[in-house]
């Protein structure tokens, strides 16, 4: 049982490239989500999703696109990077309380 | 509008001391959960404690207690004998409850980084 999982741990892009980060989880839960973690700002949400197929905006989600093919995966995607993405990405899920992944660290340069 | 604020940015406490970190919540909601989580320097997000709006019970678990305050909006924290290990940051946050609502809103506070110096 693992819980959350995301990949890679870290990375470094260039501005304008592309990327997907992504998140698994195996404890069949349906709602799941993307935070961006900056200093001093706290997390932040990006997307969510409340099962298989369905997905919205949260507080931040300029820049970003997801999908949700499955109950097990909720990618995140950066179509052209920039700078300002450069943050600690973390997904959930939520059950009756959220459990996080371990991150994503992500730099652009 | 749902709103946390942590106003402690950071706080610096000797080990064995007694911290408590406040967490401010603003929501119209009448149904709302609230938690604590800590963050350690490793950087994963560790869930602590649950509470909904109709417990006002406080609570303990071993060094960590947790007191609920809705006439002043007040979830706080508090750690008795601070440890070095219990150096990290804290958020606190607030969810709607979106069995009724469907918004699943959950908003963070900024955080409290908590040091504990040997």
């Known amino acids: 049982n693992a819980g959350v999982t995301q990949t890679p741990k870290f990375q470094v892009l260039k501005t304008g490239q592309s990327m997907t980060l992504q998140c698994a989880q195996d404890m069949n839960h349906e709602y799941m989500s993307w935070y961006r973690q900056d200093p001093g700002m706290g997390l932040r949400l990006i997307h969510y999703?409340?099962?298989?197929?369905?997905?919205d905006q949260g507080e931040v989600p300029n820049g970003y696109n997801v999908s949700r093919s499955t109950t097990e995966d909720f990618p995140l995607r950066l179509l052209s990077a920039a700078p300002s993405q450069t943050s600690v990405y973390f997904c959930a899920t939520r059950g009756e309380t959220q459990y996080f992944g371990p991150g994503t660290r992500l730099l652009v340069l | 509008a749902q709103k946390v604020t942590q106003a402690q940015t950071e706080i610096s406490v000797v080990e064995k001391e007694d911290v408590t970190l406040d967490c401010v919540y603003e929501t119209r909601d009448t149904t709302y959960y609230l938690f604590w989580y800590k963050q350690p320097p490793s950087g994963e997000l560790v869930f602590l404690i649950r509470?909904?709006?109709?417990?006002?019970q406080n609570e303990i678990s071993g060094r960590y207690s947790w007191n609920f305050q809705k006439s002043t909006s007040s979830f706080n924290f508090t750690i008795t004998a601070s440890q070095v290990v219990d150096s990290a940051v804290y958020f606190c946050a607030l969810s709607d409850d979106s069995t009724t609502s469907g918004t699943y809103k959950y908003i963070f506070g900024t955080g409290t980084r908590l040091k504990v110096l040997a």
């Open positions: 999703s409340v099962g298989a197929g369905i997905t």
């Open positions: 509470r909904n709006s109709f417990d006002e």
